[in-house]
């Protein structure tokens, strides 16, 4: 399926073997005909949460279709089990699954050059996590940061959601995973299912390789109304995030009450200044342009005439996005169709992969 949406970047990635102290640097560069892509397997997934926004496109979603073209096998997964943590709507959940398959297909992700699939369809991933929590302690699950955000948020929380890193780790050790690009705040999970790796290899046999965590040079998209958090889903404050699916006058709007200042003149001072900052760094990531280039443009303008620079730059990047996951999100079937075929794919390397571990557990008598 030929995509009308390519988000192109210069990608920068940082590998970190956050099991082991030494750090090195790689730079990953495009495929050319005359070098061969990388050897790697490459997983991540994203929750069903509805249509994505902006922060979650400049943070992650560039960086995953970037990867299509840097790695062997890259594996994308639209992870329902782990939605199910907190209370969900079967229907709103079946949609968001849809809006979430529509988005990333908008984005860029090319099935053709990468697998994306719902977890839910792969039944090997509950297996496998079972098995796995059967080698985890609970102090171990106890000082992770979900659970203890989680839980200190309801003054309780569920089985499920103090044993999602467990899932989270069958997820990506599942299909013999190499590479996980994830957020800082994810390098403790990815350390769990390195610990897992390790502890699995000890008990049955060198078996799963140690995932390492790719790191991606990124910024930070804050909150349009306060700028001191990071742009969620979840802000109460309408006007706070701009979504993937915003038409042109609803991000004009937004940008235009984004939170700055009583100085007019644009610079970029995180520290003293974010609203604006935030702005220059949103403005620099859609353009392509380095924050000096945007800040230096912007020379004898005020913060109002910057705004409308900032929308404008906004709306070019998101209006082909926003149109593709209104045309993909009309066919319902074609993209259940998609992620069927995408499910296919990824049982056929999980399912050998999990005839070995049963093997190895002692779940199947003979050799």
């Not at 890259?74 to 709507?89: G, K």
Request: glycine share 6%; hydrophobic share 40%; with cysteine.
């Amino acid at each position: 399926m030929a995509l009308s949406v390519k988000c192109n970047m210069k990608s920068l990635f940082r590998f970190i073997h956050t099991s082991n102290s030494h750090r090195r640097l790689f730079k990953a560069g495009k495929a050319t005909g005359t070098m061969s892509l990388p050897k790697g397997q490459v997983f991540s997934g994203i929750q069903p949460t509805g249509v994505p926004h902006l922060g979650n496109y400049l943070g992650a979603l560039e960086n995953w279709v970037a990867l299509q073209d840097e790695y062997s096998t890259v594996m994308y997964s639209i992870v329902d089990l782990h939605s199910i943590t907190q209370p969900q709507d079967p229907q709103i959940l079946r949609d968001n699954i849809l809006d979430m398959a529509a988005s990333l297909l908008a984005c860029g992700i090319d099935p053709t050059r990468s697998i994306l699939f719902q977890q839910s369809q792969v039944a090997e991933h509950a297996e496998l996590a079972w098995i796995l929590g059967c080698l985890t302690s609970m102090p171990r699950l106890r000082h992770l940061p979900q659970w203890k955000m989680k839980s200190m948020e309801k003054n309780e929380g569920s089985v499920g959601l103090y044993t999602y890193p467990v899932l989270q780790a069958a997820d990506i050790l599942l299909y013999k995973s190499t590479h996980v690009p994830v957020g800082e705040d994810q390098i403790q999970h990815l350390e769990l299912a390195q610990d897992l790796a390790r502890i699995f290899n000890n008990q049955y046999g060198e078996f799963f390789p140690e995932p390492r965590a790719l790191l991606s040079v990124t910024r930070k998209v804050k909150s349009l109304r306060d700028p001191s958090s990071k742009m969620s889903k979840s802000d109460p404050q309408k006007l706070s995030t701009v979504f993937l699916n915003d038409t042109p006058d609803d991000i004009s709007l937004k940008i235009r009450r984004a939170v700055t200042d009583l100085t007019s003149e644009v610079t970029y001072e995180p520290e003293s200044r974010p609203g604006v900052s935030n702005l220059v760094s949103m403005h620099a990531a859609v353009s392509g342009q380095s924050v000096e280039e945007v800040v230096r443009l912007a020379k004898g303008m005020d913060t109002g005439q910057y705004k409308n620079v900032v929308a404008e730059a906004v709306v070019e990047k998101l209006q082909p996005i926003r149109l593709e996951i209104q045309r993909l999100r009309a066919d319902r079937g074609h993209l259940e169709s998609l992620l069927a075929k995408g499910a296919e794919k990824a049982r056929g390397l999980a399912v050998p992969v999990m005839t070995e571990v049963r093997k190895l557990v002692g779940f199947y008598y003979g050799n």
